[in-house]
């Protein structure tokens, strides 16, 4: 089997950013160095002398963005893990989801208006709070442009990560269940590593808030796309 060079670079490439990250931010503790704000400034800074536009570092590593499959059906583990704290808590979940949702798919529309942005990329725009798995299949269904998506579910999930750790000292939050699904509402996949940092119950919460989320988001497309 031939294997192209820039296809394999590309490939080799991101997972060695990954691996090199998550080892730079385990030690180090600087947010700085997480493989969300670490990973894309490396293959930015390779990318724009090499001249490699988006599109095709894209196609060079599809088999990364098939993995989201199997990670969208993992989700249904700590939902089966977590089922006795859904069991007790599911009226305050409920309430805080669908009002998280409303929240961010309204400010999402807001904001696109407000930058004049038109046609898919404002659809692009509008999943940005739910996780990438999710995100970019209901983009499609919008009619949005799900890679463009992926881009706005990460900067979505940086700054809410960032915002809940200062939200934390501001808010009397006790309960664990309050602090982590703060997380994982707002702030996906990088607000359930930061939830794992304040305890484990935290994250644990932050992680089972963002897979219901996201299937809430992924049952409501059809509604969404009818009333957009």
């Given at each position: 089997m031939n294997l192209e060079p820039m296809p394999l670079f590309w490939f080799v490439l991101t997972l060695a950013a990954y691996l090199l990250s998550r080892w730079l931010y385990r030690r180090s503790g600087r947010y700085l160095l997480s493989p969300l704000l670490f990973v894309p400034a490396l293959l930015l800074a390779v990318a724009i002398p090499l001249h490699t536009a988006y599109a095709e570092y894209s196609s060079n590593?599809?088999?990364?963005?098939?993995?989201?499959?199997?990670?969208?059906?993992?989700?249904?583990?700590?939902i089966w893990q977590q089922r006795a704290l859904l069991v007790r808590h599911w009226p305050a979940l409920s309430l805080g989801m669908l009002a998280g949702s409303t929240v961010a798919i309204l400010s999402s529309w807001w904001l696109a208006n407000a930058l004049a942005l038109e046609g898919p990329v404002s659809l692009s725009l509008v999943?940005?709070?739910?996780?990438?798995?999710?995100?970019?299949?209901?983009?499609t269904g919008l009619g949005g442009v799900p890679e463009l998506t992926a881009i706005f579910v990460m900067l979505t999930g940086v700054f809410g990560a960032l915002v809940g750790g200062l939200l934390l000292k501001w808010l009397p939050l006790r309960s664990a269940l309050a602090r982590g699904a703060l997380f994982g509402v707002g702030a996906h996949g990088a607000g359930v590593a930061r939830a794992q940092e304040v305890g484990s119950e935290e994250g644990t919460v932050a992680g089972l808030v963002m897979v219901l989320m996201g299937l809430l988001n992924l049952f409501a497309a059809p509604l969404i796309a009818h009333l957009i």
């Open positions: 590593t599809h088999l990364l963005v098939l993995l989201l499959g199997p990670a969208t059906v993992a989700f249904a583990v700590p999943p940005r709070s739910i996780t990438t798995p999710f995100a970019m299949p209901i983009a």
